[in-house]
Protein backbone atom coordinates (compact mmCIF):
# COMPACT_ATOMS: atom_id res chain seq x y z
CA UNK A 1 0.00 0.00 0.00
CA UNK A 2 0.93 3.53 -0.79
CA UNK A 3 0.47 7.19 0.76
CA UNK A 4 1.50 10.35 -0.63
CA UNK A 5 0.77 13.15 2.62
CA UNK A 6 3.57 15.24 2.66
CA UNK A 7 5.56 15.65 6.21
CA UNK A 8 5.25 19.56 7.80
CA UNK A 9 8.80 18.81 9.50
CA UNK A 10 10.65 19.97 6.70
CA UNK A 11 11.87 23.48 5.33
CA UNK A 12 12.58 24.65 1.93
CA UNK A 13 15.96 23.86 2.48
CA UNK A 14 15.84 20.35 3.06
CA UNK A 15 13.85 19.62 0.21
CA UNK A 16 16.96 21.86 -1.69
CA UNK A 17 19.19 19.17 -0.75
CA UNK A 18 17.07 16.53 -1.60
CA UNK A 19 16.46 17.76 -4.92
CA UNK A 20 20.56 18.46 -5.20
CA UNK A 21 21.20 14.82 -4.40
CA UNK A 22 18.96 13.07 -6.78
CA UNK A 23 20.60 14.90 -9.66
CA UNK A 24 24.08 14.24 -8.71
CA UNK A 25 22.72 10.50 -8.16
CA UNK A 26 20.94 10.91 -11.46
CA UNK A 27 24.49 12.23 -13.20
CA UNK A 28 26.49 9.33 -11.51
CA UNK A 29 24.39 6.77 -12.84
CA UNK A 30 24.56 7.81 -16.36
CA UNK A 31 21.29 9.70 -16.56
CA UNK A 32 20.62 12.83 -18.12
CA UNK A 33 18.40 14.06 -15.64
CA UNK A 34 14.92 12.60 -13.59
CA UNK A 35 11.40 13.67 -14.36
CA UNK A 36 9.37 12.84 -11.48
CA UNK A 37 5.51 12.72 -11.85
CA UNK A 38 3.33 13.62 -9.05
CA UNK A 39 2.77 10.54 -6.44
CA UNK A 40 5.56 9.65 -3.54
CA UNK A 41 8.79 10.73 -4.98
CA UNK A 42 7.42 13.94 -5.80
CA UNK A 43 6.60 14.19 -2.27
CA UNK A 44 9.79 13.06 -0.58
CA UNK A 45 11.50 15.89 -3.31
CA UNK A 46 9.55 18.91 -3.20
CA UNK A 47 6.41 18.61 -0.32
CA UNK A 48 4.26 18.99 -3.11
CA UNK A 49 1.10 16.35 -3.39
CA UNK A 50 -1.69 17.68 -5.60
CA UNK A 51 -5.00 17.95 -4.52
CA UNK A 52 -6.52 15.08 -7.05
CA UNK A 53 -5.21 12.94 -9.68
CA UNK A 54 -5.37 15.04 -12.72
CA UNK A 55 -4.92 13.83 -16.88
CA UNK A 56 -3.26 17.04 -16.77
CA UNK A 57 0.63 16.86 -16.85
CA UNK A 58 2.75 17.90 -13.82
CA UNK A 59 6.28 16.72 -13.75
CA UNK A 60 9.13 17.22 -11.55
CA UNK A 61 12.55 18.36 -13.86
CA UNK A 62 15.91 17.75 -12.19
CA UNK A 63 19.32 17.59 -13.82
CA UNK A 64 23.05 18.20 -12.65
CA UNK A 65 23.80 20.64 -14.30
CA UNK A 66 20.65 23.42 -13.81
CA UNK A 67 17.90 24.74 -11.58
CA UNK A 68 14.97 22.07 -10.77
CA UNK A 69 11.85 23.13 -12.78
CA UNK A 70 8.04 22.05 -11.88
CA UNK A 71 6.06 21.63 -14.99
CA UNK A 72 2.76 22.14 -14.06
CA UNK A 73 -1.02 23.09 -15.00
CA UNK A 74 -1.72 26.98 -15.05
CA UNK A 75 -5.08 26.21 -13.10
CA UNK A 76 -3.19 23.88 -10.63
CA UNK A 77 -0.03 26.73 -10.47
CA UNK A 78 -0.85 28.24 -7.19
CA UNK A 79 -1.71 25.12 -5.00
CA UNK A 80 2.39 23.83 -6.29
CA UNK A 81 3.42 27.49 -4.73
CA UNK A 82 2.25 26.98 -1.60
CA UNK A 83 4.41 23.79 -1.39
CA UNK A 84 7.46 23.75 1.00
CA UNK A 85 9.99 23.14 -1.63
CA UNK A 86 8.49 25.58 -3.88
CA UNK A 87 11.34 28.23 -3.66
CA UNK A 88 13.95 26.06 -4.54
CA UNK A 89 12.00 25.42 -7.80
CA UNK A 90 11.25 27.58 -11.25
CA UNK A 91 7.46 26.83 -12.08
CA UNK A 92 7.04 26.73 -15.61
CA UNK A 93 3.11 26.38 -16.28
CA UNK A 94 1.30 25.33 -19.17
CA UNK A 95 -2.61 26.43 -20.17
CA UNK A 96 -5.22 23.78 -21.47
CA UNK A 97 -4.62 23.96 -25.54
CA UNK A 98 -1.08 24.18 -25.55
CA UNK A 99 1.36 20.90 -25.67
CA UNK A 100 2.91 20.21 -22.05
CA UNK A 101 5.55 18.31 -24.20
CA UNK A 102 6.38 20.74 -25.97
CA UNK A 103 6.82 22.93 -22.69
CA UNK A 104 8.51 20.10 -21.17
CA UNK A 105 11.30 19.20 -23.96
CA UNK A 106 12.62 23.07 -24.10
CA UNK A 107 13.92 21.66 -21.04
CA UNK A 108 15.07 18.50 -21.83
CA UNK A 109 18.48 17.44 -23.54
CA UNK A 110 17.30 15.61 -26.76
CA UNK A 111 19.33 12.60 -26.84
CA UNK A 112 19.39 11.83 -23.25
CA UNK A 113 18.28 8.84 -21.05
CA UNK A 114 15.74 9.73 -18.25
CA UNK A 115 14.38 8.41 -14.81
CA UNK A 116 10.96 8.37 -14.60
CA UNK A 117 9.11 7.97 -11.70
CA UNK A 118 7.48 4.56 -11.60
CA UNK A 119 4.05 6.40 -11.17
CA UNK A 120 4.02 8.75 -14.30
CA UNK A 121 0.99 8.18 -16.56
CA UNK A 122 1.97 6.17 -20.11
CA UNK A 123 0.28 8.69 -22.24
CA UNK A 124 2.75 11.51 -20.82
CA UNK A 125 5.76 9.21 -21.34
CA UNK A 126 4.40 8.51 -24.47
CA UNK A 127 3.82 12.25 -25.68
CA UNK A 128 7.39 12.77 -24.24
CA UNK A 129 8.80 10.13 -26.56
CA UNK A 130 6.78 11.42 -29.55
CA UNK A 131 8.41 14.99 -29.47
CA UNK A 132 11.73 14.19 -28.84
CA UNK A 133 12.30 11.12 -30.63
CA UNK A 134 15.90 10.57 -29.60
CA UNK A 135 15.63 10.33 -25.98
CA UNK A 136 14.94 6.83 -23.43
CA UNK A 137 13.91 6.38 -20.33
CA UNK A 138 14.58 4.20 -17.53
CA UNK A 139 12.03 3.44 -14.39
CA UNK A 140 13.38 5.34 -11.03
CA UNK A 141 12.76 2.57 -8.87
CA UNK A 142 14.61 0.43 -11.56
CA UNK A 143 17.56 3.18 -12.46
CA UNK A 144 18.07 4.45 -8.96
CA UNK A 145 16.67 2.20 -5.94
CA UNK A 146 18.64 3.36 -3.55
CA UNK A 147 17.07 7.39 -3.56
CA UNK A 148 14.64 7.44 -0.79
CA UNK A 149 16.51 4.40 0.90
CA UNK A 150 18.38 5.80 3.59
CA UNK A 151 16.45 8.35 6.48
CA UNK A 152 17.76 11.02 7.74
CA UNK A 153 17.05 12.51 11.51
CA UNK A 154 14.17 13.88 11.24
CA UNK A 155 12.98 10.86 8.49
CA UNK A 156 13.97 8.69 11.39
CA UNK A 157 12.03 10.67 14.03
CA UNK A 158 9.20 10.49 12.04
CA UNK A 159 8.96 6.77 11.38
CA UNK A 160 9.96 5.91 15.20
CA UNK A 161 6.48 8.17 15.86
CA UNK A 162 4.26 6.46 13.23
CA UNK A 163 5.93 3.26 14.49
CA UNK A 164 4.91 4.15 18.22
CA UNK A 165 1.26 5.01 16.99
CA UNK A 166 1.17 1.53 15.49
CA UNK A 167 1.93 -0.04 18.78
CA UNK A 168 -0.51 1.79 20.58
CA UNK A 169 -3.08 0.77 18.62
CA UNK A 170 -2.46 -2.75 18.97
CA UNK A 171 -2.17 -2.45 22.48
CA UNK A 172 -5.69 -0.99 22.61
CA UNK A 173 -6.97 -4.11 20.14
CA UNK A 174 -5.68 -6.64 22.31
CA UNK A 175 -8.04 -5.80 24.81
CA UNK A 176 -11.33 -5.99 22.64
CA UNK A 177 -13.18 -9.07 21.98
CA UNK A 178 -12.63 -11.02 18.73
CA UNK A 179 -14.88 -14.17 19.44
CA UNK A 180 -17.98 -13.29 17.62
CA UNK A 181 -17.37 -10.20 15.42
CA UNK A 182 -16.68 -10.33 11.97
CA UNK A 183 -13.09 -9.87 10.96
CA UNK A 184 -14.87 -6.30 9.58
CA UNK A 185 -15.37 -5.15 12.62
CA UNK A 186 -12.02 -5.74 14.28
CA UNK A 187 -10.65 -4.18 11.25
CA UNK A 188 -12.97 -0.56 11.45
CA UNK A 189 -11.38 -0.63 15.17
CA UNK A 190 -8.02 -0.70 14.07
CA UNK A 191 -8.21 2.23 11.84
CA UNK A 192 -10.40 3.85 14.35
CA UNK A 193 -7.13 3.36 16.58
CA UNK A 194 -4.76 3.91 14.10
CA UNK A 195 -6.76 7.67 13.25
CA UNK A 196 -6.64 7.71 17.40
CA UNK A 197 -3.07 7.48 17.69
CA UNK A 198 -2.15 10.48 15.02
CA UNK A 199 -2.32 8.71 11.66
CA UNK A 200 -3.56 10.82 9.03
CA UNK A 201 -4.20 7.97 6.73
CA UNK A 202 -4.75 4.18 7.15
CA UNK A 203 -3.64 1.94 4.14
CA UNK A 204 -4.59 -1.13 5.56
CA UNK A 205 -6.26 -3.34 8.62
CA UNK A 206 -5.37 -6.68 7.61
CA UNK A 207 -8.15 -8.91 9.97
CA UNK A 208 -7.35 -12.68 9.18
CA UNK A 209 -8.61 -15.54 11.08
CA UNK A 210 -8.57 -19.08 11.20
CA UNK A 211 -8.31 -20.48 7.84
CA UNK A 212 -7.89 -16.87 6.12
CA UNK A 213 -4.68 -16.19 8.12
CA UNK A 214 -3.28 -18.78 5.09
CA UNK A 215 -3.44 -15.52 2.74
CA UNK A 216 -0.66 -13.29 3.85
CA UNK A 217 -3.05 -10.76 1.52
CA UNK A 218 -6.40 -11.73 2.74
CA UNK A 219 -9.17 -9.04 2.36
CA UNK A 220 -11.10 -8.59 5.16
CA UNK A 221 -14.40 -10.07 4.92
CA UNK A 222 -17.51 -10.82 6.93
CA UNK A 223 -15.88 -14.28 8.39
CA UNK A 224 -17.02 -14.30 12.13
CA UNK A 225 -13.74 -15.00 14.24
CA UNK A 226 -14.41 -18.12 16.56
CA UNK A 227 -13.04 -19.28 19.68
CA UNK A 228 -10.00 -21.47 18.75
CA UNK A 229 -8.97 -18.93 15.74
CA UNK A 230 -5.53 -17.78 15.29
CA UNK A 231 -5.75 -14.29 13.91
CA UNK A 232 -3.11 -12.55 11.73
CA UNK A 233 -3.23 -8.37 12.15
CA UNK A 234 -1.34 -6.86 9.86
CA UNK A 235 -1.72 -2.58 10.18
CA UNK A 236 -0.19 0.81 9.06
CA UNK A 237 -0.63 3.62 7.33
CA UNK A 238 0.67 7.87 7.32
CA UNK A 239 1.30 9.79 10.48
CA UNK A 240 3.03 13.02 9.89
CA UNK A 241 3.68 12.00 6.22
CA UNK A 242 5.58 9.12 7.25
CA UNK A 243 4.73 5.13 7.46
CA UNK A 244 4.02 2.45 9.99
CA UNK A 245 3.69 -1.12 9.08
CA UNK A 246 3.64 -3.94 11.81
CA UNK A 247 1.82 -7.16 12.02
CA UNK A 248 1.53 -9.73 15.21
CA UNK A 249 -0.57 -12.76 15.59
CA UNK A 250 -3.14 -13.43 18.42
CA UNK A 251 -5.04 -16.42 19.42
CA UNK A 252 -8.66 -16.40 20.29
CA UNK A 253 -9.20 -18.34 23.56
CA UNK A 254 -6.24 -21.07 24.24
CA UNK A 255 -3.85 -22.24 21.55
CA UNK A 256 -2.88 -25.89 20.84
CA UNK A 257 0.67 -26.86 21.55
CA UNK A 258 1.47 -27.10 17.26
CA UNK A 259 -0.26 -23.33 17.35
CA UNK A 260 2.10 -22.46 20.18
CA UNK A 261 4.94 -24.38 18.19
CA UNK A 262 4.03 -22.72 14.34
CA UNK A 263 4.07 -18.76 16.54
CA UNK A 264 7.31 -19.26 18.57
CA UNK A 265 8.97 -20.62 15.45
CA UNK A 266 7.89 -17.47 13.23
CA UNK A 267 9.05 -15.62 16.40
CA UNK A 268 12.22 -16.86 16.40
CA UNK A 269 13.01 -15.91 12.76
CA UNK A 270 11.76 -12.46 12.97
CA UNK A 271 14.58 -12.51 15.69
CA UNK A 272 17.57 -13.57 13.67
CA UNK A 273 16.20 -11.85 10.94
CA UNK A 274 16.47 -8.64 12.98
CA UNK A 275 20.18 -10.10 14.52
CA UNK A 276 21.45 -9.94 10.68
CA UNK A 277 20.87 -6.51 10.41
CA UNK A 278 23.79 -4.69 10.32
CA UNK A 279 25.97 -2.23 8.40
CA UNK A 280 27.37 -4.31 5.21
CA UNK A 281 25.34 -7.15 5.34
CA UNK A 282 23.41 -7.60 2.13
CA UNK A 283 19.58 -7.25 1.99
CA UNK A 284 19.20 -11.22 1.25
CA UNK A 285 21.21 -11.56 4.25
CA UNK A 286 18.68 -10.82 6.77
CA UNK A 287 15.98 -13.59 4.48
CA UNK A 288 18.50 -15.95 4.79
CA UNK A 289 18.60 -15.59 8.26
CA UNK A 290 14.73 -15.39 8.89
CA UNK A 291 14.45 -18.16 6.25
CA UNK A 292 17.02 -20.73 7.24
CA UNK A 293 15.56 -21.25 10.81
CA UNK A 294 11.94 -21.82 9.35
CA UNK A 295 13.40 -24.01 6.16
CA UNK A 296 14.91 -26.03 9.16
CA UNK A 297 12.17 -26.81 11.05
CA UNK A 298 10.45 -27.91 8.20
CA UNK A 299 8.12 -24.99 7.41
CA UNK A 300 9.94 -23.70 4.65
CA UNK A 301 7.06 -24.35 1.79
CA UNK A 302 5.05 -22.34 3.97
CA UNK A 303 7.05 -19.08 4.20
CA UNK A 304 5.92 -17.92 0.86
CA UNK A 305 6.77 -13.86 0.61
CA UNK A 306 10.08 -12.24 0.64
CA UNK A 307 11.32 -11.03 4.95
CA UNK A 308 10.66 -7.74 4.41
CA UNK A 309 10.27 -4.36 2.33
CA UNK A 310 11.40 -0.40 2.68
CA UNK A 311 9.62 1.75 4.56
CA UNK A 312 8.93 5.55 4.08
CA UNK A 313 6.63 8.32 2.74
CA UNK A 314 5.13 5.25 1.20
CA UNK A 315 4.52 1.75 3.22
CA UNK A 316 6.15 -0.12 0.68
CA UNK A 317 9.12 0.95 -1.41
CA UNK A 318 12.97 -0.35 -1.52
CA UNK A 319 15.04 -1.82 -0.26
CA UNK A 320 13.70 -5.40 -0.03
CA UNK A 321 14.87 -8.11 1.81
CA UNK A 322 14.66 -11.13 -0.65
CA UNK A 323 16.87 -13.32 -1.77
CA UNK A 324 19.05 -12.02 -4.89
CA UNK A 325 18.91 -8.12 -3.57
CA UNK A 326 22.49 -7.90 -2.45
CA UNK A 327 22.52 -4.03 -2.01
CA UNK A 328 24.64 -3.47 0.95
CA UNK A 329 22.68 -2.53 4.48
CA UNK A 330 23.51 1.77 5.11
CA UNK A 331 22.94 3.47 8.49
CA UNK A 332 19.57 5.07 7.89
CA UNK A 333 17.79 2.56 5.84
CA UNK A 334 14.36 0.91 6.91
CA UNK A 335 12.27 -1.59 6.06
CA UNK A 336 10.21 -4.47 7.93
CA UNK A 337 10.92 -7.71 9.09
CA UNK A 338 8.41 -10.04 8.61
CA UNK A 339 8.80 -13.75 8.04
CA UNK A 340 5.30 -15.83 8.56
CA UNK A 341 4.22 -19.36 8.08
CA UNK A 342 0.84 -20.06 6.15
CA UNK A 343 -0.82 -23.47 6.65
CA UNK A 344 -3.39 -23.92 3.49
CA UNK A 345 -7.35 -24.36 5.17
CA UNK A 346 -6.03 -24.17 8.74
CA UNK A 347 -3.92 -20.84 9.94
CA UNK A 348 -1.14 -18.75 9.54
CA UNK A 349 1.57 -16.61 11.50
CA UNK A 350 3.30 -13.57 11.08
CA UNK A 351 5.26 -11.14 13.12
CA UNK A 352 6.73 -7.49 11.76
CA UNK A 353 8.49 -5.00 12.88
CA UNK A 354 10.14 -1.98 11.44
CA UNK A 355 13.67 -1.71 11.84
CA UNK A 356 16.15 0.56 10.95
CA UNK A 357 20.10 0.33 10.66
CA UNK A 358 22.40 1.95 13.09
CA UNK A 359 26.17 2.40 12.59
CA UNK A 360 26.89 -1.00 15.02
CA UNK A 361 23.36 -3.17 14.35
CA UNK A 362 19.80 -2.36 13.89
CA UNK A 363 16.94 -0.95 16.34
CA UNK A 364 13.11 -2.31 16.09
CA UNK A 365 10.63 0.75 15.44
CA UNK A 366 7.86 -1.64 17.31
CA UNK A 367 8.61 -3.11 20.69
CA UNK A 368 4.68 -4.39 21.08
CA UNK A 369 5.62 -8.41 22.70
CA UNK A 370 6.20 -10.62 19.97
CA UNK A 371 5.38 -13.55 22.34
CA UNK A 372 1.75 -15.31 21.70
CA UNK A 373 -1.08 -13.03 22.79
CA UNK A 374 -4.11 -14.55 23.67
CA UNK A 375 -7.59 -12.26 23.22
CA UNK A 376 -11.19 -12.81 24.21
Given at each position: MTGTTPAASFTADDYRARMERAART?????LAGLLVAPGPDLVWLTGYAPTAATERLTLLVLAADRDPVLVVPTLEAPDAEKAVGAPALTLRDWTDGKDP????AALLDDSGRFGVSDNAWAMHLLGLQRTLPGTSYASLTEALPMLRAVKD???????AAAGAAADAAFEEIRTVRFGGRRESDVAADLAALLRRFGHSQVDFTIVASGPNGAN??????DRVIEDGDMVVLDFGGLKDGYGSDTSR????????????RVHDLVREAQEAGFRAVRPGAACQD???AARSVIADAGYGEYFIHRTGHGIGVTTHEPPYMIEGEEQPLV?????????GVYLPGRFGVRIEDIVTVTEDGGRRLNDTT???VVVE
Open positions: AADAGYAVTAAELELLPHHEVGTVHVGEPTDEERVDRPGMCFSVEPREM
